[in-house]
């Protein structure tokens, strides 16, 4: 009958240090340690996905930049770059021969159109005094003396031999002038597509240097970009986890050597329960008073131990009463 009245005894004593626990804000230990580690774990759990995604993507455009430097620097390889700059010094050498001939013949040529100006002239006074000899032997009759008609006739021959020579050497200065125009538009010509070919190469070769810079740049980002992405998915994998504030150890107050000691006489025995319970409430109030809704194993063990006190004092005094 006594050990059932001891088991009540203890279970009552447990029950009260419960509600007191309880009644302080203070959560089982099971309980409070599922929130503790479920608790972040949902909040972290997006934020990691989203890390790793973002990581991944991070390394594709890093893969992306890669493959596009190495286009770039195969385009712009060294062998391709001599070739387009063995066009280029060709081209320019070609331009620069091209166009010091145009300006020779170009510098000649007001020369030349003098010489036609001068040959015109030359073979229009020839042809003007052939027409005149010609006019006055129409003009003769037949009393004009032989020999007269004879010397007429001769200086016609002569001015017409004289024309014809004006007129091949008119033909002759504009055929070199001709020539010598032919000659600078050639050279023009050749200068225009030098000058075409040689700006397009340089183009080229500037594009495909600037293309492997641009490149260059775009992979140097992609892979900072990267190790931010990663050291951002790495910290998410592995969050820190926030220690709840540190609250006045219970120890010196809840220690289960200083609840209330069974003596041997009744009257102790029936004070104990009294002690006990305030002392219990006392920790239990000390803890309230903190705010943590976790609270340590101290603290729980302080409230066990005084529950212990309590049912062993109620032991205690029903063995005593027996």
């Known amino acids: 009958m006594n050990d059932i009245l001891a088991r009540r005894a203890r279970r009552a004593t447990m029950s009260i240090a419960l509600s007191a626990a309880l009644v302080a804000g203070i959560a089982p230990p099971v309980t409070a340690i599922a929130a503790e580690t479920s608790s972040p774990t949902g909040a972290v759990a997006p934020q990691t996905e989203d890390a790793a995604a ?10 992306e930049a890669l493959k596009n430097l190495e286009a770039a620097k195969d385009a712009a ?62 003009k003769i009759d037949y009393t004009t003396p032989a020999e007269t008609i004879r010397q007429l006739q001769e200086a016609i021959t002569e001015a017409i031999m004289q024309e014809n020579s004006c007129e091949d050497k008119l033909e002759h200065c504009r055929m070199r002038l001709e020539s010598h125009k032919s000659l600078i538009y050639f050279f023009e010509s050749e200068v225009e597509f030098n000058k075409t070919h040689l700006d397009g190469e340089t183009a080229k070769r500037n594009a495909l240097l600037d293309d492997l810079k641009r ?9 900072k970009a990267y190790e931010e992405a990663k050291a951002a998915a790495d910290k998410a994998a592995s969050p820190e986890i926030t220690k709840p504030a540190e609250t006045t150890k219970p120890s010196s107050s ?69």
């Open 54 to 63: 973002a990581k991944e993507k991070a390394y594709a455009a890093m893969q």
């Open 77 to 138: 390889s060294r062998e391709k770059i001599a070739e387009i700059d063995t066009k280029i010094a060709i081209f320019q050498e070609n331009y620069d021969t091209n166009l010091a001939q145009a300006a020779i013949y170009k510098e000649s040529l007001p020369t030349m159109q003098a010489n036609v100006d001068a040959a015109q002239a030359e073979c229009d006074k020839a042809h003007n005094r052939t027409r005149a000899l010609e006019a006055e032997l129409n």
């Open 215 to 223: 490149a260059q740049i775009a992979y140097d980002d992609a892979c």
């Open 254 to 322: 809840a220690q289960p050597a200083e609840t209330a000691q069974p003596t041997g006489s009744p009257a102790t025995g029936k004070d104990a329960p009294s002690s006990s319970t305030k002392q219990a409430n006392t920790t239990t109030g000390k803890l309230a008073n903190t705010g943590d809704t976790a609270p340590s194993a101290i603290a729980l063990a302080a409230i066990a131990a005084a529950g212990f006190g309590i049912a062993t004092a109620g032991v205690r005094r029903i063995k005593n009463s027996k």
